[in-house]
Structure formats: structure tokens, C-alpha cells
């Protein structure tokens, strides 16, 4: 058991540029989710995916995100036309089911400059 | 609505206990969690307890949960410098999987 691997673990990209991170879950685990941190706050819910299918998407994932988990294995999540307020620690998790305890990657840190 | 509230700041004697609370709106919240942060690090499972108990002891680590007043605790014993991190607590709502809410985090600081 390797743990919730994420890449990249930094990211600094100009305002306007797409930036697409990765997610890859424990082995065994069915369930994948994605979270944004900023400073000073808990993890927000952004969406989650039961094997390949896309369960729930939270508001706060706006047209210019998307993501996707092809194989039900590795996940991407791609943000588009960055701004500024996308600046954040984007985080994946995974669970297995039954059950909900949900580990946590390190995490990708994106700057927006 | 679902919002999960804490303390921002706890500061402790090493050797002390620590009990770091915070308060859920949702009644229909199944599992309470709580997840250690140390800086620059991800978030680290520490315990949870289903909503039907009211008690979870595990090590150092004691879990109270007051359903009615939709209050949760968690109390670490004999707390040492090592444990100096921010602890979210997080409702969920099923054991089949979905969204964890996480609350702002309280940072806990131990005085050597």
C-alpha cells in the first residue's frame, strides 16, 4: 500500500494558462476524490468519482474545470483559462466502500501569478 | 444546511490534554472524523466514530460525540510537541461513500 500519490506537487503558471494535475488512489480503492485548501481553511468538496462514473459535482467546480477518471484507476483534474483565485492546494483522496474513510494525498499546490 | 464549525487556536503545556471541539449542523451526518495536518503536509486520518456511538477511545485518542447538541470532541492525553498541528474535524454523510464537510481547523500549539 503506497498511499494517494499526487503530481505535480508545485505548479506555478501564468494567468490565462491551462494546468491539468493527476491523481492516483490506493490500489484497492473504488472511490476518488478531489478538494481544494486555501490558506487558513478546511478541504472544500469539488466532486468524486465511483469507479470511472462521476457522482457529484460541487458549485464551486465551474465550467473551466473538468475532471475525469477513464479507467476507474488514475484521475486528472484539469483547470482551464487560469485565474488568479484557482491559486490553492488541490487535493485527492480515496476511499473504498463500504465505508467512507477517505486518505489523502499531499496534495498539488498551484500559484497562479 | 451543512456547515462544521471550530476554534481556531488551542495552546497547551506538553504533558497536558487537549481537547479541541466543534459543532455540526446536519443531523442526518453518519460518520464524524478528524484529520491531522502538519504544515506543508497532507491531511492524515486520525479517528472517526459512526453517529450511533457516543464514545471511541483509541490510544491517546478520545472521541466524544453529543448527537443531541450536534458537538464533537476530540481529547488527546498527555499531548507532546510532535502532536503541534491544525485537526479538522469532518462530517459525512453515508458509509457508502460521498463529500466529507470539514470545518476551518483548529491549530494546536504544545509549550515545551
Known amino acids: 500500500d503506497t498511499g494517494v500519490s499526487q503530481n505535480p506537487r508545485h505548479k506555478i503558471t501564468k494567468r490565462g494558462q491551462n494546468v491539468t494535475f493527476r491523481c492516483d488512489p490506493i490500489?484497492?480503492?473504488?472511490?476518488l476524490y478531489w478538494y481544494r485548501q486555501t490558506l487558513g481553511q478546511g478541504p472544500e468538496f469539488l466532486t468524486y468519482?465511483?469507479?470511472?462514473?462521476?457522482?457529484?459535482k460541487s458549485r464551486l467546480l465551474s465550467d473551466r474545470f473538468s475532471a475525469e477518471r477513464p479507467k476507474g484507476s488514475f484521475s486528472t483534474l484539469e483547470i482551464q483559462r487560469t485565474e488568479q483565485g484557482d491559486s490553492a492546494m488541490y487535493l485527492c483522496?480515496?476511499?473504498?466502500?463500504?465505508?467512507?474513510?477517505?486518505?489523502f494525498g499531499p496534495g498539488t499546490r498551484l500559484t497562479v501569478l | 444546511g451543512e456547515d462544521v464549525e471550530q476554534s481556531l487556536f488551542l495552546s497547551v503545556r506538553e504533558g497536558d490534554s487537549s481537547v479541541i471541539n466543534c459543532t455540526y449542523t446536519?443531523?442526518?451526518?453518519?460518520?464524524l472524523y478528524w484529520y491531522k495536518q502538519e504544515p506543508g503536509a497532507g491531511l492524515q486520518l486520525l479517528t472517526y466514530?459512526?453517529?450511533?456511538?457516543d464514545m471511541k477511545q483509541d490510544q491517546r485518542l478520545t472521541v466524544l460525540l453529543n448527537k443531541k447538541d450536534k458537538h464533537l470532541s476530540l481529547r488527546i492525553a498527555d499531548t507532546q510537541t510532535g502532536d503541534s498541528a491544525i485537526y479538522f474535524c469532518?462530517?459525512?454523510?453515508?458509509?457508502?461513500?460521498?463529500?466529507?464537510?470539514f470545518g476551518q481547523g483548529t491549530e494546536l500549539s504544545v509549550k515545551p
Open positions: 466514530i459512526f453517529s450511533n456511538m
Open positions: 468519482f465511483q469507479n470511472e462514473a462521476q457522482l457529484e
Open positions: 446536519d443531523s442526518s451526518s453518519t460518520y
Open positions: 469532518a462530517e459525512s454523510m453515508g458509509n457508502q461513500g460521498g463529500k466529507l464537510i
Open positions: 483522496a480515496s476511499s473504498r466502500t463500504p465505508g467512507n474513510e477517505q486518505f
Open positions: 490500489s484497492e480503492h473504488n472511490r
